[in-house]
């Protein structure tokens, strides 16, 4: 091989590319929600139209491709829906005849070339309903009643060392709609509410699991309709600092000007 060929191969194989990568993966379900007081159930109608279901999926990421969809369960129960695109994913199932809410998302940037923006995803699943205690009164007695929801977490990020950031964060809220005999909203109250945001830098790692149940009591009145709506949300965020592989004109000028230089190196 003449030494300006070698020249060539030599300068060609020191521009590298600058890769990098992070990973994050996030859930999070209700598996169970219970409201009772001294021993008995509330009364729940289950299934569409008695607990209105919807799920939405949402992901973007650093190449430019999105994708969003949203469903209800107004045809069929369960609510699905369901975000993909190269980098990101993003799920969300609720089902109104089960009482479960579910969402998932993740981000997954490998050594990819990639420009140094955000790739972004979220998974969101909610419920809405009506319970209420009947006695044989009639009347609206106060009565100490106890919520609790039973939740399924999951959160991990890792970055390498040429990833910039990563962030994860899972959500949980309850809230009850007071009705009078009319049905209007006599106005609204958090119950259950959870959030856990985790977040990282650089060529690091992170990870957390399930909360304890949550429970909260209120006074409420029997005989008496309160509407419900909880929601579950999973979010994954990553940024990258990946650069771009050099371009082939810069390549191509790297070249001739290393032939260059090997023709008036032999010449001299």
């Not at 590298?16 to 219970?34: E, F, K, Q, W």
């Not at 106005?187 to 399930?210: E, H, K, T, V």
């Amino acid at each position: 091989m003449k030494w300006s060929s070698r020249f060539l191969v030599c300068a060609l194989s020191v521009i590298p590319a600058v890769r990098g990568g992070v990973i994050v993966n996030t859930s999070l379900t209700m598996t169970s929600l219970d409201i009772s007081s001294g021993g008995a159930m509330a009364q729940i109608l289950t299934g569409y139209p008695n607990v209105y279901a919807t799920a939405f999926a949402t992901a973007a990421d650093t190449l430019g491709d999105s994708e969003s969809l949203f469903d209800d369960n107004s045809i069929s129960d369960p609510a699905m829906a369901s975000a993909l695109v190269t980098l990101a994913g993003a799920s969300a199932i609720a089902s109104g005849t089960l009482l479960t809410a579910s969402s998932a998302s993740g981000v997954d940037i490998p050594s990819l070339d990639a420009a140094v923006l955000p790739t972004s995803t979220e998974g969101q699943a909610t419920l809405a309903g009506t319970f209420m205690f009947s006695d044989n009164t009639g009347l609206a007695n106060p009565i100490t009643v106890s919520l609790t929801a039973t939740l399924n977490a999951s959160q991990s990020l890792s970055t390498d060392a040429s990833g910039i950031s990563a962030d994860s964060e899972v959500t949980y809220q309850l809230l009850l709609l007071a009705t009078d005999a009319n049905g209007n909203y006599l106005g609204n109250s958090p119950f259950l509410f959870y959030d856990n945001p985790l977040s990282i830098g650089s060529d690091q790692m992170a990870a957390a699991g399930s909360p304890n149940p949550l429970t909260a009591t209120a006074s409420l009145d029997t005989n008496t309709p309160y509407t419900f709506f909880l929601e579950t949300d999973a979010e994954s965020d990553g940024v990258d600092s990946s650069a771009p592989e050099p371009a082939p004109v810069f390549l191509v000028a790297t070249g001739i000007a290393a032939l260059l230089a090997g023709r008036r190196f032999s010449r001299a």
